[in-house]
């Protein structure tokens, strides 16, 4: 029996308003609580500038010394990177960490209001919801692929409304392509939606089961938006750009490119999800649909291949698993409980009506409180406290106090679009987060790495000026450093900083490496 919307909205005491609200409500709190991490986000926000300075889509690198000036396809995401500017210089970085707040919010949302339209039970769009978010948490930080969750969700919901013959709103797809091919790269995740439709509506029509004219209409949407993904700076150039992608090794060193494994904690999710669906294979009353096992399998074969693929297999699989347990199971569960469950007397009270009033006010209060700019204001923290403690904010402070020429950095390409976003254009760095730079320079930094005397030798090459050097994570690094010419200039807790010269522009400041005192 189908659930309405209203009566479940008819009070916020109820149980059925807590399972809905819980998953929108923690993805927008923990969001709003998670600092800017990505090193991605800085250099989009750096070349949003550029473009609305100069009016132009560069086409060659602009960001490393190492191959500055060689061609290089920025376009796939330019939008976003505009938006990402527009945003930070509109809001500062507590915008940036609303904005990744509000779309989480509305992905989990779009799929929870499908769920209830669809008929899913509370319990199950609750439990499923958050089971599935937990698995999008960790992608949903700020940066250009967010936006592709968010279309990608609605790209879906659009498709089951046409199969569903609630809406006929295909003529959303195009509009949403042209915004799509612009902001993320990910696009493709909507065309291999759009063929297992294609595929699935034409043996439907073979076999009677669908008219002629949805045939059609899907057909012939679909082709108008493949036509739209030519619109963007690359055209035709996109498709070539993302085989070449794929078939660059180094990727496999990413581990958003390489296979899912259950030791990845973020990806344990999945895992569950998997567990469900084959409970659901097993034991619910209501058999999968061939397009729900279709898109379901093509999605989770692609997230155990790529990483990056799980948010939209989580997209795609939350709807197709509510459905599936909202519809009931094939074992008697009163049977089980009076088994297992010790009964108790019924009694008549009020207490979890106002208990559950307390718990979505409680909800509420600190949804509100979790907002960064309201945040910010009761705590008196800067919005340096917004980003994480993971880049080396006060080194890179440093350098910005004294670097008046510009300078060449080597720094963790994970690091580099901090810095970028600092100091560019004084400061260039090596390599950034980009895995599809010149496998010559990847290799060459991986070389460089090793901290022998091939590798220093290779930094004298490229006339390194600066090393920004993780503790953490390159603590051979920094050991190695002095004992081949380099000078401690600067140290903490997160990052030393190495100079070719003892006395150097950026000052002196006390370092513990023996040398160095």
């Keep these: 029996m189908k659930v309405k919307l209203a009566r479940i909205l008819e009070t916020a005491a109820s149980m059925d308003i807590l399972w809905i609200a819980l998953p929108i409500f923690m993805s927008f709190f923990l969001l709003c609580l998670t600092p800017l991490k990505e090193g991605d986000l800085w250099w989009h926000i750096n070349f949003g500038k550029e473009i609305l300075k100069t009016n132009h889509i560069p086409t060659y690198d602009m960001l490393t010394f190492t191959v500055r000036g060689l061609p290089y396809n920025f376009g796939h995401s330019w939008l976003s990177g505009v938006f990402f500017y527009i945003i930070s210089e509109l809001g500062g970085l507590s915008a940036l960490v609303l904005l990744q707040a509000l779309t989480s919010a509305l992905v989990v949302w779009i799929l929870i209001r499908f769920s209830l339209k669809r008929g899913g039970k509370p319990q199950s769009i609750g439990i499923i919801t958050l089971i599935g978010w937990l698995s999008l948490y960790p992608f949903s930080s700020t940066r250009p692929q967010m936006f592709s969750f968010l279309i990608f969700a609605i790209f879906n919901i659009t498709l089951l409304d046409f199969i569903d013959q609630r809406k006929a709103r295909l003529w959303l797809l195009p509009a949403l392509m042209i915004v799509w091919v612009n902001l993320h790269g990910a696009w493709t995740m909507g065309l291999i939606l759009l063929a297992i439709y294609n595929f699935i509506f034409l043996i439907f029509t073979l076999g009677g089961k669908r008219p002629v004219y949805e045939l059609k209409q899907i057909i012939g949407w679909s082709f108008v938006t493949l036509i739209c993904t030519l619109i963007q700076p690359a055209g035709i150039k996109a498709y070539q750009v993302f085989v070449a992608l794929n078939n660059i090794p180094e990727l496999n060193l990413i581990i958003e490119w390489s296979p899912i494994t259950i030791t990845s904690i973020f990806a344990r999710p999945f895992f569950v999800m998997l567990l469900i669906f084959v409970m659901a294979l097993a034991y619910s009353k209501k058999r999968p649909e061939l397009l729900d096992l279709l898109v379901f399998l093509v999605f989770a074969g692609l997230a155990m291949r790529y990483l990056r693929i799980l948010p939209f297999f989580t997209v ?125 320079l990847i290799l060459d930094y991986e070389k460089i790495n090793t901290a022998d005397a091939q590798g220093f030798s290779i930094l004298k090459e490229y006339q390194v000026d600066y090393l920004l050097l993780s503790k953490k994570a390159q603590g051979f690094f920094i050991s190695q450093a002095e004992h081949y010419g380099w000078h401690c200039a600067y140290e903490d807790d997160t990052a030393v900083i190495f100079t070719t010269s003892a006395k150097d522009e950026i000052g002196n400041y006390p370092c513990s490496l023996s040398t160095s005192k």
């Design 316 to 440: 795609a699989a939350i709807p197709i698993l509510i459905k599936l347990t909202s519809s009931g199971f094939n074992f008697d569960m009163h049977e089980y409980q009076n088994k297992f469950v010790r009964k108790s007397t019924p009694t008549v009270s009020n207490q979890p009506r106002l208990t559950n009033s307390i718990f979505f006010g409680i909800l509420c209060l600190l949804t509100v409180l979790s907002i960064p700019q309201i945040r910010l204001k009761l705590t008196g923290q800067s919005e340096t406290s917004l980003i994480s403690s993971y880049f080396p904010i006060d080194a890179v402070q440093i350098l910005e106090k004294g670097i008046t020429t510009e300078k060449h950095v080597l720094i963790m390409p994970e690091w580099a679009g901090y810095i970028l976003w600092r100091l560019y254009p004084t400061i260039t760095v090596f390599r950034d987060s980009r895995g599809d730079l010149p496998q010559s």
